[in-house]
């Protein structure tokens, strides 16, 4: 895939979920249909998991374990595959092959897999040490609660 084509398919996911860097061109971001499922997964799950009584997992809980094992490579002018994880809009709008997270979903989630090593490459990929199993719990929980921003 070339590189125009390749920026031109991360500039429509990041209008299709109404990232501000959308803005910038003096577009509406008004969410495309076919995202409305995902979306609404994220906007109603903070309510149900506030109901439910379970802890609520925001980006700002995982954003440490990406800084220190995915963002020497996801991050930058040129992320790898095209997957940013040193944002929230980043990891949302996913790489090069579509979404990896899929909120309130681990077990289809591409991040998942990819950090518990059902698909490969396993991440992080130039690292012998894999995430801990109490961190990759912690991005599963976070996916589970609806993947949210945390912001107020």
Request: charged content about 15%.
């Amino acid at each position: 895939m070339n590189t125009r084509l390749r920026r031109s398919l991360l500039f429509m996911c990041a209008l299709a979920v109404g990232m501000p860097a959308a803005t910038g061109f003096g577009l509406k971001t008004t969410p495309l249909p076919f995202f409305a499922g995902q979306l609404s997964a994220v906007q109603s799950s903070p309510s149900q998991v506030a109901q439910s009584g379970k802890e609520m997992v925001s980006y700002a809980d995982v954003a440490s374990i990406f800084s220190r094992s995915c963002d020497k490579c996801h991050s930058g002018s040129k992320p790898a595959q095209g997957l940013r994880t040193d944002s929230y809009p980043g990891i949302m709008a996913g790489g090069w092959n579509g979404p990896v997270v899929v909120p309130g979903n681990p077990a289809k989630s591409e991040l998942v897999r990819r950090i518990r090593g059902t698909s490969t490459p396993r991440m992080p990929f130039k690292s012998p040490v894999w995430l801990s199993e109490t961190e990759m719990a912690r991005i599963e929980q976070w996916i589970q609660t609806g993947a949210p921003d945390g912001k107020p």
